[in-house]
């Protein structure tokens, strides 16, 4: 950042400062979203449709953003969410990001393809409060595996992505020719066992005749791994439908994350802030619920917990941020959103965490509350 230049003040500063650290691949790597990118504007189209109400002259005194979430008591409602490669952005890769999140208590999903053993991890000052994120492998007991060293390593939880069985179509990755520098390496998942394909028949599918698909996880293999893991808190990311919703509270699944993969995978589908009122309607409050994708502003924090969430994950602003500034950069953008939580929480006259509810949006906005008449 040039001497000049002026601070970052909010999410989208550092957007723009990272645009103008990265090189224009490595900007589309992280930027992309699958086709069209429909979705992953929809995101954060969806927060700008709906409208905060403004209460006046509520008691205010001793507000807070505390909360506890499957047990951790935690100082706010935010969560970094497993996102691929910090390498890529800084060179003190996912070590700078959990420093940052030990020094504002922010719990942090480390990907399953970090480039910094969780081992590793787990031993800097704070230390951070993390979590692990899983993706179903080729061979089921190397998923278990993976879990176990996470768990050896101190994980908290465990955090199952399901919603990526392939990789989605990002036409502005492939555009701009990203390639992954032979430095950067998913460190927890060598020496497993990858998918191969089958030699594909004339005429056949790349994908669908490839076998590719055959080790494809499902409702079966989440009551396995459940069953395998008595009492490590076990999460979903990447439910968007309520009937999946019930799927998992079936096979006693500790926490839902409402995600869409910030839009990389499936086109058109829907902005994980409209897919929320409908989860939490069925999930009735039996599980937590987490949401991510789109948000850039402490009203969106706001807004989310609003419709049913209890908490949310960030994801490309935290690499926004880390290759803007590193760990301190990270660290300022957490506790920025924070401040801005808190502001929009006094403005709308909630107290506490358990102050904000459907109330706190206008009706109109509100698939989960009406107006009342008076």
């Known amino acids: ?196 394909a089958r030699p594909v028949p004339p005429g056949g599918s790349p994908l669908f005749d490839s076998g590719l698909l055959d080790a494809a996880p499902t409702w079966d293999d989440i009551a396995s791994l459940r069953a395998q893991l008595p009492g490590t808190p076990l999460w979903l990311k990447g439910i968007l439908d309520p009937d999946d919703a019930l799927m998992a509270l079936d096979r006693q699944i500790d926490g839902i994350i409402v995600s869409n993969h910030g839009g990389r995978c499936l086109d058109t589908l829907p902005a994980t802030l409209d897919a929320l009122p409908g989860i939490a309607s069925v999930v009735q409050g039996r599980v937590p619920i987490l949401l991510d994708g789109g948000i850039r502003r402490g009203t969106d924090i706001l807004k989310a917990l609003a419709l049913g969430a209890q908490a949310v994950l960030l994801g490309r602003s935290i690499l926004h941020a880390l290759a803007a500034g590193g760990a301190p950069a990270v660290a300022h953008l957490i506790q920025t959103l924070r401040g801005e939580l808190e502001v929009a929480m006094a403005l709308t006259g909630c107290r506490t965490l358990a102050d904000i509810s459907p109330d706190s949006l206008l009706s109109t906005d509100c698939p989960m509350r009406s107006a009342q008449p008076r």
């Open 1 to 196: 950042m040039p001497a000049s230049a002026l601070p970052p003040n909010c999410a989208q500063d550092y957007a723009v400062l990272a645009q103008q650290q990265l090189d224009p691949a490595t900007w589309a790597w992280l930027e992309s979203g699958g086709a069209d990118e429909i979705t992953a504007r929809a995101n954060q189209a969806a927060y700008a449709r709906r409208h905060l109400r403004s209460r006046v002259l509520r008691p205010l005194a001793g507000a807070h953003t505390r909360l506890n979430l499957a047990g951790l008591a935690l100082h706010h409602p935010i969560l970094i969410a497993p996102t691929a490669w910090h390498g890529l952005v800084h060179p003190e890769a996912e070590s700078a990001t959990a420093l940052a999140a030990a020094a504002t208590h922010t719990p942090y999903i480390v990907s399953a393809q970090s480039g910094t053993p969780i081992e590793t991890l787990a031993t800097l000052p704070g230390p951070p409060c993390l979590w692990f994120q899983l993706y179903a492998q080729t061979r089921r007991e190397d998923t278990l595996a993976l879990a176990l060293r996470a768990l050896a390593a101190g994980a908290r939880a465990l955090v199952l992505t399901v919603d990526a069985p392939v990789n989605g179509v990002r036409n502005a990755e492939q555009r701009s020719g990203f390639r992954l520098p032979d430095s950067i390496r998913s460190v927890h998942l060598q020496g497993l066992s990858p998918a191969t």
